[in-house]
């Protein structure tokens, strides 16, 4: 359904709104807002809409009653915005701006209800490391102050960690408490993810472990290692080494790897597969051997261009990864690991053991890798 903007904020602004978010800036500017976000609030027993304007890495709210906010998306999208998505209990609505300022509004009832969210003003995501309780090596990593409180540059850093450990409150089930697990962060760098993941799992839920650090970088090795003696995490070690030739581990249970450059990324994941792990836990980086060499006839529009062939070989690579994992018996998902707008790099894939094995899988790999002239590492190692 087609209506003008006025129609269609009448509409649309009410207890039935879920969220509005207004993006695309017509004239870039690092001063103005890229995105606004906006929802129904409830303020001394009234709705008012909260306006929440992303500038660079602030957030500013400021709360509106229905006729002064309508006022204001009518003023962001003929000035500022080329585009709103506007999400409903029981509808969704876009409105898109043209050059000329021309507002193009379409309504569309939804197939079937949506919850509501809690509208309360002050509400507060719950997290597993909690704002406002210190812990040690968060403060040390420069995530959070001495008072608790998240150093206000380090909020990414903050919410990164609590996904990630989110991801793995998800596998608990999969985790035998009656027995030492053994986990290897492969690539850990500074380790801001796993000293969070010792925490979650040593001090908060009590699990029976030993975490193993590996980098390449002897001086981040060394000062993780001063690290762990301050906190006396005396089931976390952290080590030189390459993720291809180590061997010091007959049987790992989780196997991590965080932005694993390239290839670093299969033989972790081969030497999990190796090792029968329950759990894997892979954000990939960098695919640089299939931008080298593939290459398709019907494909070549997207070919032409840098961008789209390097972005088309790292989904096919974490695609044969994901897809590879699964004909070797594991429940293989690719997630959102943290939003776009903080990195490209941002698909995790989670595997878990599972009892059988998907030799379809491998076919379906096998066709897309031909069809696209690759011959990746994965493919090699397991």
């Not at 027993?45 to 009653?65: A, D, M, P, T």
């Not at 060499?293 to 261009?305: A, E, F, N």
Request: net charge positive; charged share 30%; glycine share 4%.
């Amino acid at each position: 359904m087609i209506l003008d903007i006025t129609q269609l904020l009448d509409i649309c602004i009410s207890d039935k709104l879920i969220d509005m978010v207004i993006s695309g800036q017509k004239n870039k500017s690092e001063d103005k807002a890229v995105k606004v976000r906006i929802r129904p609030v409830i303020l001394k027993n009234e709705i008012e809409y909260q306006v929440s304007e992303f500038v660079g890495r602030k957030v500013l709210h400021s709360n509106h009653s229905a006729a002064d906010v309508k006022k204001k998306i009518i003023d962001y999208m003929t000035e500022d915005f080329k585009q709103a998505q506007i999400n409903m209990t029981d509808a969704a609505a876009t409105i898109l701006s043209s050059k000329s300022k021309t507002l193009t509004c379409k309504y569309k009832k939804a197939g079937q209800l949506k919850a509501q969210r809690d509208l309360s003003h002050n509400r507060t995501k719950k997290y597993i490391i909690q704002e406002g309780k210190p812990v040690a090596f968060m403060i040390d990593l420069g995530v959070m102050g001495q008072d608790g409180k998240i150093i206000r540059t380090r909020y990414d850093k903050f919410r990164q960690i609590n996904r990630f450990l989110e991801y793995i409150e998800d596998i608990l089930p999969k985790l035998d408490k009656e027995r030492e697990l053994t986990i290897i962060d492969f690539g850990c760098g500074k380790s801001y993810l796993t000293f969070a993941m010792y925490y979650y799992l040593k001090e908060l839920k009590g699990y029976n472990i030993r975490i193993i650090g590996l980098d390449l970088k002897a001086d981040v090795i060394e000062h993780c290692n001063e690290l762990r003696t301050r906190y006396g995490y005396d089931k976390l070690d952290f080590y030189v080494g390459d993720i291809a030739t180590y061997k010091d581990v007959d049987k790992v249970d989780m196997v991590v790897t965080l932005h694993a450059c390239d290839t670093a990324t299969d033989y972790a994941l081969a030497k999990a597969v190796k090792w029968g792990a329950e759990v894997i836990l892979s954000v990939p980086c960098c695919q640089h051997e299939a931008n080298r060499t593939i290459k398709s006839d019907i494909l070549s529009p997207v070919m032409d261009y840098g961008i789209l062939k390097e972005r088309m070989a790292a989904i096919v690579t974490d695609a044969a990864r994901a897809k590879l994992l699964t004909a070797n018996g594991y429940d293989t998902q690719i997630l959102e690991f943290i939003d776009m707008e903080h990195t490209p790099k941002n698909l995790l894939i989670r595997a878990v053991k599972s009892s059988k094995e998907d030799i379809s899988a491998r076919e379906k790999t096998k066709d897309m890798l031909e069809a696209l002239n690759l011959e990746l590492t994965i493919d090699k190692l397991i």
